[in-house]
Structure formats: C-alpha cells, structure tokens
C-alpha cells in the first residue's frame, strides 16, 4: 500500500466524497481522474460507501480511501473493502493501535496540541488538520506548526477553492482537503473534470 505522505503529494487537493447513489460513483471518479485529481476520500457516511470504494477502484489511476472512520470496526471494513487509505476527523487510542496493526496508510485528524501529541506518540507525522477553519484557521496551523516542526498537515473543512492557495502556500501543508470539487446531487462531469482540472493546477 502506498505510503501516506506518497498519498498527500500525489495532488494538491484531496476531493471530499459523500456518495450517495452508485450510479453516480463511477462517472465522479472519472471525472476527478481525468482532471488531475487521483487521490479520492469516500466519507462513510452513507449506507452504499464502501461499495462505492469499490467501484471507483476499479478507474484506472484513481486511489481511493476511506473517510470519517470512526472506530476500528470501520477502519477494518474499509481495509476489507480494498481501501488504499484511511482518514478519520480525530484520533483515539484504538484506533491509532488498529491502523498500526493493519498496516494501511492513516490520516488521522487533530485540532490541537495534545491531538498531535497522541499521534506524535504511536508515530505518526501526517495529520488532517480537521475542522480547520473552525479551529482557528491558518493562524492556528502556523502556531502548532511551530512546536511540531517535522509533522505534516492536510487542512479539512471550511475550504474553498478561493482559501485553498492561502493553505497551500504554508509549507507544514502538503494538500488540503474539499468538497467543493464535486457538488450534490447528479453529477455534472464535464463541470467535476474542469473543477478538478483548476484545483489540480493550484501552486504550493
């Protein structure tokens, strides 16, 4: 399996997924491919999730992953279901233990300096910055930045594609992730590719 931070530097930008229709799981996945953006997160948040891992897999160049895991019971499903990565919005100490023992690349999410310093502690230096906005924005990834001068940071929530560039140029940050590439409902793939295309071409 690819190696988190191969995962973070593969695209700028990671696209957010909630899907909720199968049918639309494919033709989003290669739209976002075609655009320049391989690197997928599918939210568990829906009851068809794991199975649109599955499907998007199956588009050649994509890399798909699980997002909002919650639990080891999750991370395991998603392990099963042939995820090539895992992204949770926080970090607990069975979960950290179980993404050690599977092996697969993991995101886990921190707000703040002890969230770090529990991943700093089961060796992880890759973080998703999660909500960022809401938790203090730029000002407060440069603060924890600081103190954590080797850990690496993939800001998430509250971003757009007018905020991502401000996030991007922070070098503690090696992507960010959105869900403003692909908006709801049915999917508009000319405008998801060209979306894609813009958030792929952003400068770090």
């Not at 973070?8 to 976002?32: G, N, Y």
């Not at 599918?42 to 798909?64: D, H, K, N, W, Y």
């Not at 999750?74 to 279901?81: H, K, M, N, R, Y």
């Not at 599977?102 to 998703?128: C, R, T, W």
């Amino acid at each position: 399996m690819k190696q988190i931070e191969t995962v973070m530097r593969t695209a700028p930008v990671i696209p957010v997924l909630v899907i909720e229709d199968l049918a639309h799981a494919k033709p989003i996945a290669e739209a976002l491919v075609a655009g320049g953006l391989k690197v997928l997160e599918v939210t568990l948040r829906t009851s068809v999730a794991f199975q649109a891992m599955e499907i998007m897999r199956q588009v050649p160049g994509a890399i798909v992953g699980a997002g909002t895991v919650l639990n080891p019971s999750q991370l395991g499903s998603a392990v099963d279901a042939g995820a090539d990565f895992i992204v949770s919005p926080g970090l607990t100490p069975a979960l950290g233990q179980a993404a050690i023992t599977a092996g697969v690349p993991f995101l886990p999410g921190v707000s703040n300096a002890a969230d770090i310093m529990l991943g700093l502690d089961f060796g992880f230096h890759h973080f998703k910055f999660f909500p960022a906005e809401t938790s203090g924005g730029i000002t407060a990834l440069k603060a924890l930045a600081a103190p954590f001068f080797d850990a690496k940071f993939c800001p998430t929530g509250g971003i757009s594609a007018a905020t991502a560039p401000d996030w991007l140029a922070l070098d503690p940050v090696l992507c960010v992730g959105g869900s403003w590439v692909v908006p709801k409902g049915a999917p508009d793939v000319a405008l998801i590719e060209a979306t894609a295309r813009a958030a792929a071409a952003l400068a770090q």
